[in-house]
């Protein structure tokens, strides 16, 4: 195996060198990016490894023209940056993998060992990355989470993806498969909580003609609409006890029988599932089996719920604004300081899925101009507003409780608890950065401690 080492540090390139070719492995160098593309032109090689932060051309644009000219051409990144933007952003371009400085020689060995077994052209390029743009990741556990799926997504094993209601389950899952090996195979997904026992039976295995009262003709299944693909089941704590054993019948054996008939066909499908509820608790309870869950919990991805993603929520809330402004014919939706304070501080309990319900209803009510205020808000995003937040505009407040300065003072020092930022808590409360500074020391108010960028 041949491997390009691209450093524009010499002293670490040559070490490298060393290093891998201990390993058994033939090793090229070149200082810059320009030389590595060179270097690409005139040589075989079959691995990249480059640094990510070089004078000229980065490791980010090497990459980018490396995977213009050579797809499949697996990249591994090192970065003394180890930040999981950098990360998420080569692995979207399509890195194969990265790593962090210091790294251990086993580290990197391992990485180049899980390139030369990868299929070929599997490299998580842009272009493959087809659903990665409707998934909003711009917080942290977020951006961990996509790193996961990106890795899940080079193996075959089997993947149960926890999380509550509405946290985008299905989307991950179609993300997984289509960065994975069968991508160019059926996505087939089921909910198992949508059909009664005999039906759901018959959807997963098919049948055969005359099976049941109404079966008048053979029907395959989603097992075998799958063959070759990915079998997603969202809710699969759902399942009866019978289908349970079912179930794991077929993913011991790899065979189904349709209903109805005594002839096993073989099939290829990678399994992936999904559960709002903790199936271990189940498990304790007898009401999930054992064997079961260990069949499907082949490696475990967590969902992280919206409220706990700030950043997320106000991308997809500016999402869903443009998407249902243009439905509705309000062209761009825009929410007052207030309204926007009530939704950004809603803990939303059926997370991403409640959100763009939530906006659709907004977009319905807002004005002709596509402005919305508190009075075009759901009722029960109203009856959940934070407590420290007033339910009447300013001037009513004034009326009633105090001067409307008073009420000012106390809108914005709720806004600067819950934000994370002075960015953020200015963007809420409609009012420039340098203004917010201005009203905080004319109001003696302070950001709390938990802010990132005061």
Known sequence: MRILLVDDQKSLRRSLSLMLQGAGFETGEAESGEEALSCLGAERFDLVITDLRMEGMSGVDLLREIKRLNPLLPVILITAYGSIDSAVDAMRLGAFDYLTKPFREQDILEK????????????????????????????????????????????????????????????????????????????????????????????????????????????????????????????????????????????????????????????????????????????????????????????????PPLRERGQDLHNLLQRFLAVYGRKYGRGRLRLSPRAEAYVLGYAYPGNIRQLESFVEQMAVFADDAGYIDVDALPEDLLQQAPAAMPRHEPAELGEGGGSIADSQRRMIEATLQRASNIGEAARVLGIGRTTLWRKMREYNLHFPPHGRNR
């Open 112 to 303: 180049i060992r899980a390139s030369q077994s990868a299929p070929p052209g599997f490299a998580l390029a842009a272009e493959a990355s087809r659903d990665a743009e409707d998934i909003v990741a711009d917080t942290p556990q977020m951006r961990a989470t996509l790193i996961k799926a990106e890795r899940i997504a080079r193996t075959d094993i089997s993947v149960l993806i926890t999380g509550e209601t509405g946290t985008g389950k299905t989307r991950v899952a179609r993300f997984i498969h289509e960065n994975s090996a069968r991508r160019e195979a059926p996505f087939v997904s089921i909910n198992c909580a949508s059909l009664p026992e005999n039906l759901l039976e018959s959807e997963l295995f098919g049948h055969v003609k005359g099976a049941f009262t109404g079966a008048t003709e053979s029907r395959a299944g989603l097992f075998e609409e799958a063959d070759g693909g990915t079998l997603f089941l969202d809710e699969v704590d759902t399942l009866s006890p019978a289908m349970q054993a079912k179930l794991l019948s077929v993913l011991q054996e790899k065979v189904i029988r349709r209903v109805g008939s005594n002839k096993g066909k073989k099939v290829d499908i990678r399994i992936m599932s999904a559960s709002n509820q903790d199936l271990a608790l189940l498990i304790d309870k007898g009401h999930f089996r054992s064997d079961l869950y260990f069949r499907l919990n082949g490696i475990r991805l967590h969902l």
